[in-house]
C-alpha cells in the first residue's frame, strides 16, 4: 500500500516523501522497546506519524510552514472532535449548496502578494474556492485545522497547475485548463476521508495519554542543540537530495494562500535555511570552500571536477553546480554533527538519500555522506539499495539528476550509521 492509500499519510500529497512501510519496518528492527525517534527533515510527518503510532515519543525540524504544518495536523488526528467534525461537514455542504443556488459573492480574496504567469485559477473555480473560504475562517481549532489542511491538500487539482513532478501549468504539459470545479463536494469528502482516519487514530494510538509527537518549525542546524545530548535512539530520515528540487516553490500555493508567506521575502528567506540552499541561490557566489572537516580526497576532486565542466556556460555552467554541491556537502557536515549530539551511543542513523549526477560528473552522495560521518566518528554500517523506500520515482528521475545521465544509473539508499 503506497502512502497515498494509507490511514493519516494520505492526508496530504508529497513528491519527496518516503514510504511509511520503509518507517515501519525500519523501527521494529531497531526500536523492540518503546523509546526516542528524531527526523531532523520531516517534510509532512511520516517518520513521525509511524513512530508515535509505534508508542515511541517523536520529535522532528521542519522549515517549510506548509509541511510543518501538515505534520501537526496528522499528529494531533486522535483529538480531533467526531462530533464537531461531522456538524461542519453537514454544516458545509449546506452552505456550499445555498451559496451556488444564492449566486452569493464570497469575503474572501485571493492572497494580495502570490503571483503566477497564468491565472492559477479559473474565475469559476476561484469564485468557489473563496467561498469554501469563507466558512473555512468561521471554524476555530483542529475542525478548521483539518479543513485548512484538506483545502491545501486539494487545491492544486482544481487549479490550472499540477506537479511534473514539479510546480507548473496544466497546458505546458498539454492538459487542458480547468474551467469548473466541484470544490465544496471534494473538499467535503477530503474532510469525510480525514475524520474517518482521525476515528482509527483515536482508536490505534497506543498509551493515548502520551503527549503529541513534536515537530520543530525550525532548521535541524539552528535547533538541535536544544534536543537533550544522546536522548536519541534512532534517528530516520531523508534531507533534501542534491538534485534542486525546490521545495518552496513547489509550495508557493500552499504557503500564500494559507497565509504562511506574503512576500517574496519569505520564500528568500526559507531558500537559506534549506538544506544545501538551492542552486538557483548557491551558483552566482564566489567560489565556495568545502568546510575543513571534510577532507576526502574523492569528495574534493569531484567537486573539482564539477567545477571544471562547461566553463563557457559560466555560473550556468560547472562553477554554478559546484557551488552548489559545496553547500550541499557542507550541511551534510552539519547534518552528522546535529546527528551525532541527539543521538545516544550506539543509537542509529538511517538516511534515505539518492544519488546525482552534476554536470555529467557522477556525484554518489549516499558513499559521500557516509564517509563525511565515519570522519566525524560514525560508524558505517552498511549502505543499502531498497526496492521501495519513496512514494513516487518521479523525483528520481526528475530532469535535474538524469539530464546529462548518458547511461549512468541514478538511485536512493539508505546510509545506515552507528553513533
Ligand atoms: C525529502 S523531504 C522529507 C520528506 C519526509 N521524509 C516525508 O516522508 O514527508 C526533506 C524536507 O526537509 C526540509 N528541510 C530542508 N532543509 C531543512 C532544514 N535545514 N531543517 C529542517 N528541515 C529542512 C524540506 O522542507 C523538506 O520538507
Redesign the pocket.
Known sequence: MS?RDARI?RWVP?I?????HF?EDALSRFMPQPGVVL?????????LVEADLAGHEAI?????PY?AF??RTKLAAHRMPPMALRRAIGAFRRFGEAAMRDGRAPCAAPPAGFRTRAPFYGAKVQGKVLLALDFIGEQNGLVADVFRLAFAATMVDCSNYSYEPSLGRKAAVGRPEVEDFPVFDALASKVEDMAADAAWHRGKRPAPERADARVVE??????YQAVPEGSVDVL??????LNN?H??RN?RPHLYWLGFCRSPADLKR?EQ????TYWQTARDQREMALDPSIMDAEIRSTLAAVRERNPEKGIYGGRGWANYATRYFN?CAR?VAGAKHCLRPGGTALV?LGNSILQGVPVPTDRFLAKIAAAQGFDVVAIHTPRDA??GNS?VNSAVRSGCARGQRLYESVVELRR
Open positions: 502512502n499519510h508529497w519527496a516523501g518516503y514510504s511509511k518507517v527526523d531532523p527533515f520531516s517534510g509532512v510527518g511520516t517518520t522532528g525540524f521542519e522549515i517549510n509541511a501538515a505534520c525550525q532548521s535541524f542546524f539552528l535547533g530516520v530520515t531523508s534531507p533534501p537530495y528540487y521545495y518552496n509550495t526559507l535555511l534549506n538544506f544545501g550541511d547534518f534515505v519513496r512514494v523525483i
